[in-house]
């Protein structure tokens, strides 16, 4: 097992300048040679919060973040791709032997030491097949067929701000898959180091809009933050 | 190996007469009542072939095709959801147990004996293994780690016309790879059949736009095709 | 003012159904000729209801609507295609005469005589300008420059049923526009009368999700009704 | 008429050499930390070549490009937002005010010195209405019925280079409306300054694939080249 690597390859320059640019071209005159210019740190971190306050998300569009992901399993990917509002470039078992293919294992089964010997020793049984099969001259592309969902795989997606916001609220929640999960915080904690104010309430459900869909498998915990959370603004609002 | 299945389970009622109305509407007055009535065949047809030939090809969206597909393996399903303009339901090996899981065998290994004496030997043993794994107590989604990609599963498929035409142009051609390729011309004769004039030109881009993209590997039909149409169509041109 | 026309022209037959199957194809071993058969409408609805709780949205995706509209405004229509997960064909102004456009009026300018014939008069002046630079002998798509936001115009919109609660969610809210609330009401009306169960929490995120997003702009009301949902939810969490 | 501007406002650093490197995890063993190394210019050429000739584009999605547009009419916006694989930020004419609204006159008008005198005088007049509208206390979402088409705005796009490729494909063809056909110029003079081999093919369908769907409207030119070059073509797969 090669382990998981995230690298944020590259992203728009300034994320966080040009969504706070186009905040300003939808409710202000400026335009043109106006956007060219620099705005200040802390109007930038208000015209975000607006932002995400009145939901109005399609700005966060305008910043994109592309991924190199390797070291994954294609049960991983396989969940991956399903995000749609995406771009990914994966390396394909049809074109790439995969005689010496490194391979995940779930933490559960790294525990149970039986569970973990039976385990490996299927990954070399198919080790060997695989070899056998490519011998035997089947394609690559055939021989594949008896390769595991553990198989590593690497992958470059590109995602921008406001899918990523999504994926990290499906795939960052606790009822997540372990290894999506590991790979969406991996991905949340390098966008936070670039563009910290865009992805501050980034995460599950709980923490970015104050919502549990997980009815009673529910911790518990956020339904007690939001009591006391609505408490205060409904005092504000009727304050007004 | 249950087998491929594939059922054309819900499409847009009168799909062509839905794509000619829509046509309607951007080229003429028409709109509200006037849209409910019929529209003749022949008009119809006419009218998805102005379409085509102009390459308006969003019009053809309006048609929506869902199909139910079985008996293919998650090598096929990761290719297939691949296609983002398009929405997916499939067997999750998180929930569902997988203990008595069908394979797809690729024909290249049924054909040798040797081969296919191996990789059904390696899917009983991957069989035992995941059984195990479930006896000792690992869950579902970390015992799928050890299935292959040759595991059979299930999918519900939406497209819409278009999007299905693009599907076509890219999986019914000799280069891709036999599996989705026999799914594709499956899902095309069954569209073909409810909607004969939208999908008159689906398939490989040699039958589509008569362009060919694998260059130097292409077998030269499309190109000796080619030299003749466009001749004739010279002449028509130039004629005008 | 011919005023506004909204017709349900074509859906995928048995929304609810296709719905059902695709969930049951998630979570059970159900495939191939068992999605065939019925299912039980409770089972239906029971089904339905679990997606929506779980969040699982993406299986609404295989119902899909398609609605003929007329008799709104161009101001809507550009706000209506920024919807990018739909399809649309409209009326093409480069196309199609509008020598004797039709316009929409806004209530709060109907209201106001004075307003009213300002804005009459104006439109006249609009018509006169357009009809002769048509007789000068420009081309219908730079005359159309001069026609006015009002313009009526027609649009065949296709959106899925996880698009329209999105479409619906936005639009419904009483902070959105009138005209385009008007529309999404109607088109709303229009659905859940073929597909009650699918669409029965559609409407602004106060109705679909007990939140809020207008902040101190917010009637109220929501919060009220929050505060005690939620301690009775944390009661049945508690007591779990 | 303030006259067009297009400003490249930001796009991801090296675009040909993050496609080029998602080309290489496609097809070859390559991951981690081997992506974060240069790639010699000459080999980011042909890769991003190759994957052209392929028609491999979804790797061109990894670069992306954000431009602020304005002086164009709400004409062109209109079309503009109908690229639905693209991200829009746009001047509300909701929330902002639109006394002074400046406008575009087509060149049509512009050369017709009568034609061009009733188009000004009717803006003088519609800028008097809009101005009554709002001092007679109809708010700026319906006070802006009445403006025309014609009527400039600002608007912040972002499109990936694919999905650029569309639209310049379709844009920049001699067929399309001249306002949205001299936008797409500027885009691409902008975007093959900073991405020349990823756009060196970019254009209408004649020069990006060698094909014309004008049918008999075309000119002609584009016929003449294919059959030259399919020869040439049909020469060397048989010399294969």
């Known amino acids: 097992m090669a382990g998981l690597k995230v690298y944020l390859l590259k992203y728009t320059p300034d994320p966080e300048l040009v969504v706070a640019k186009a905040a300003k071209v939808c ?5 043109g040679e106006g956007l060219l210019g620099e705005i200040d740190k802390e109007e930038v971190r208000r015209l975000i919060r ?6 109005h998300l399609s700005v966060f569009e305008h910043a994109s973040f592309t991924f190199s992901i390797s070291g994954v399993s294609r049960a991983l990917t396989h969940q991956l791709v399903r995000h749609r509002i995406a771009s990914y470039s994966q390396k394909s078992q049809r ?4 005689q010496k293919f490194e ?30 099969l490519i011998k035997a001259g089947i ?3 055939d021989a594949r067929y008896v390769l595991p969902n553990a198989c590593e795989t690497s992958i470059v997606a590109t995602f921008n701000a406001r899918s990523l916001h999504n994926f ?3 795939r960052c929640c606790f009822k997540a898959q372990w290894e999506i999960r590991r790979l969406a915080y991996r991905m949340l904690s390098q ?6 104010t865009l992805f501050e309430n980034a995460g599950p459900p709980c923490i970015s809009e104050g919502i549990c869909h997980e009815g009673i498998h529910s911790c518990g915990r956020i339904l007690r933050v939001k009591i006391a959370r609505e408490g205060a603004r409904l005092e504000r609002v009727e304050g007004n």
Chains 1, 2, 3, 4 share one sequence.
Do not use: H, T
């Open 27 to 31: 409710y202000s005159r400026l335009s």
């Open 50 to 55: 607006m932002l995400w306050n009145r939901g």
């Open 95 to 98: 074109y790439v032997d995969e």
């Open 103 to 132: 391979y995940v294992v779930p933490p559960s089964v790294i525990k149970d030491p039986d569970a973990r010997v039976r385990f490996q020793a299927l990954m070399e049984e198919i080790r060997a097949c695989y070899e056998n």
């Open 139 to 141: 394609a690559r592309e």
């Open 168 to 170: 990290f609220r499906l």
């Open 191 to 196: 966008v936070k180091r670039v563009a910290p």
